[in-house]
């Protein structure tokens, strides 16, 4: 009996061993951005006004591509809704990275470290890899006046959100980190981490379609015509002028694309009933991404001036 009940205790402490083990399973980083030093000087901005953000960085997005972008290229913070000097956006810094060999079970963590968030307006942060979103809450750093005088009290303010398996893809990868609400936060580090092997590899695609939406509006066409106005974000992550097309069934339009993000103006003929129109952008002949533009009939106004 004294045996029977020996194996048995020895067997359920292998067990909880086991667990304990599988549960403290280590995570190493695929990428990291910026040192883990409770300081954000390695960034764009620190040593200059936070002000200039909005002419920095066009349209609150700012651009990095692992393995080929700097820290100096993004901004220490990202300024939110509730943040009227730059213009009420939600900050987006999109990262890139390319995947070559992944196992399908690899699990994934974000970690991102602050030196200091907004006391009483934390952001709330969208957090996008591919085709995963989910959203988290930031802790409410001390510091109000934190972009003015990078004074910070704060230890320990982050968060870290589990991305699935079957997340990552081979290629290409997107990573969009969005301040959707509050206010502004600055960052310490940001890393990506896994707990199984992950071979990286360099990005291919210099162009990214990003979002196109139509404007509830009518306007009158090189032809006299009334068409919708469109528009049309893209990412250029190249250092050069990247020359593209968007095509919309027989409707073309030809864009010389900056470095970095920029919106263009396309058009497509007005309509009478709602319609989803997909659109294609082609880069050096090849189509590069698509996206669906729902179209609504837009209500004519008789306007009468009177002097």
């Not at 995570?27 to 990291?32: C, G, I, K, L, S």
């Not at 006391?119 to 942060?125: A, E, K």
């Not at 870290?160 to 959707?180: C, F, R, Y």
């Not at 319609?275 to 590069?288: A, G, H, R, S």
């Amino acid at each position: 009996m004294n045996r029977k009940i020996l194996f048995l205790g020895i067997a359920a402490l292998l067990l909880l061993i086991s667990e304990v083990q599988g549960q403290s399973q280590s995570f190493t980083p695929v990428w990291e951005i910026g040192k883990k030093d409770n300081s954000a000087s390695e960034f764009a901005l620190y040593r200059d006004s936070y002000t200039a953000y909005p002419q920095l960085f066009k349209e609150g997005v700012a651009i990095y591509t692992i393995g080929k972008s700097n820290e100096k290229e993004i901004p220490y913070f990202l300024p939110g809704s509730d943040d009227a000097w730059a213009g009420n956006i939600s900050g987006r810094l999109m990262i890139r990275f390319g995947v070559d060999q992944f196992r399908s079970d690899a699990r994934l963590k974000l970690k991102i470290n602050f030196v200091e968030t907004h006391p009483t307006s934390s952001p709330l942060l969208k957090i996008v890899l591919n085709d995963h979103t989910i959203e988290k809450k930031t802790p409410a750093g001390n510091n109000r006046d934190f972009l003015n005088d990078k004074q910070t009290r704060s230890e320990g303010l982050s968060v870290e959100v589990d991305l699935p398996a079957g997340t990552l893809q081979k290629g290409d990868n997107m990573l969009i980190i969005e301040n959707a609400k509050g206010s502004w936060l600055a960052f310490d580090n940001i890393a990506l981490l896994t707990d199984k092997p992950v071979t990286m590899a360099e990005t291919t695609h210099a162009i990214v379609f990003l979002n196109a939406y139509a404007i509830p509006a009518l306007k009158h066409g090189k032809g006299g015509e009334l068409v919708i106005p469109v528009k049309i974000q893209v990412a250029n992550w190249s250092e050069n002028v990247q020359y593209v097309e968007v095509r919309a069934g027989n409707n073309t339009g030809q864009f010389a694309v900056n470095s970095g993000i920029q919106t263009v103006d396309f058009s497509l003929p007005e309509v009478k009933s709602e319609q989803e129109v997909d659109l294609q952008l082609i880069c050096n002949q090849k189509v590069v991404g698509g996206k669906s533009v729902k179209l609504s009939p837009v209500k004519k106004w008789m306007v009468y001036l009177i002097q």
